[in-house]
């Protein structure tokens, strides 16, 4: 049975870093505020007239297939004043669940502790990709916490399955 899950952001450890460092340097209210100075490029929302940074650089829809999972970007119109920038709209990915494992991973030193969530982190287990760090998207953390413990919860079910050849 496939599983379809829509609003899912991917990250990585060293964009999360540079949300951190951008967060940093500037003050984190001057980034909430979005009175903040990024690197041209990097991914953003509009929120009013200004822009802050996002903690993901690619957002879509992740599938669970009977042995492999895909995320596949999504295109995004403004909604409600949100804008985005710089997003990786060809990011995509399929990996067969024997290739990856899975873990939990926050940033060591958020520059805010409110809003560090546990991503989801695949690594391949022959080194074959970076890894990928994925989360639900949403604005309550504790909804955010809620459907990442689901979302874990299904892959390492698929990930302990045993699949026969034939």
């Not at 870093?17 to 980034?31: H, L, P, Q, Y």
């Not at 990856?100 to 409110?114: D, W």
């Amino acid at each position: 049975m496939t599983r379809t899950f829509d609003n899912i952001w991917i990250s990585s450890v060293e964009h999360l870093e540079e949300v951190n460092r951008i967060a940093r340097s500037n003050g984190w209210w001057r980034t909430v505020i979005g009175k903040n100075k990024m690197p041209a490029g990097f991914p953003q929302v509009r929120m009013g007239t200004r822009y802050i940074p996002v903690v993901f650089f690619a957002k879509g829809s992740l599938q669970l297939f009977e042995r492999q999972i895909e995320f596949h970007p999504n295109r995004f119109e403004p909604v409600n004043g949100k804008e985005y920038r710089n997003l990786n709209i060809d990011f995509r990915f399929e990996l067969q669940y024997n290739s990856f494992e899975l873990s939990v991973y926050s940033i060591p030193n958020p520059f805010m502790r409110a809003f560090n969530i546990q991503w989801l982190k695949l690594s391949g287990t022959n080194k074959e990709f970076p890894d990928i760090l994925l989360s639900f998207s949403g604005t309550r953390m504790n909804h955010i916490k809620k459907e990442n413990e689901t979302l874990i919860k299904l892959l390492k079910d698929k990930i302990r399955q045993p699949y026969f050849a034939g």
